[in-house]
């Protein structure tokens, strides 16, 4: 039972780092093992139909981009401008940085 503002922080810290745990070993056992476990579309075809140019995908090795585990394409939304700061807060193989 939360019975105080200390208390509460606390537990809201440690529901932080359980779900980020939680969310790297998904990830990870995704990577290790791409055919085993598909919550959502993985692969090299899931990132086409994200967005990402089929040549560019298609000319990285199988080893890159059968764990493929996207959920969008950024660069979907706009291209980006010379001196443009960037955020990624994923981890993706297939990323901007890689074309």
Not at 27 to 40: C, H, K, N, S, T
Not at 71 to 95: F, H, K
């Amino acid at each position: 039972m939360i019975t105080n503002h200390h208390d509460a922080d606390r537990a809201v810290k440690e529901a932080d780092e359980e779900i980020r745990a939680s969310v790297r070993e998904r990830f990870a056992r995704i990577a290790r093992a791409p055919g085993e476990e598909a919550p959502f579309p993985v692969g090299p075809e899931s990132a086409k139909r994200l967005g990402y140019a089929a040549e560019h995908v298609d000319s990285l090795p199988s080893v890159a981009t059968e764990s493929f585990a996207g959920v969008g394409n950024p660069l979907a939304l706009g291209a980006l401008r010379p001196g443009e700061p960037v955020l990624d807060l994923g981890c993706a193989q297939i990323s901007p940085g890689t074309f």
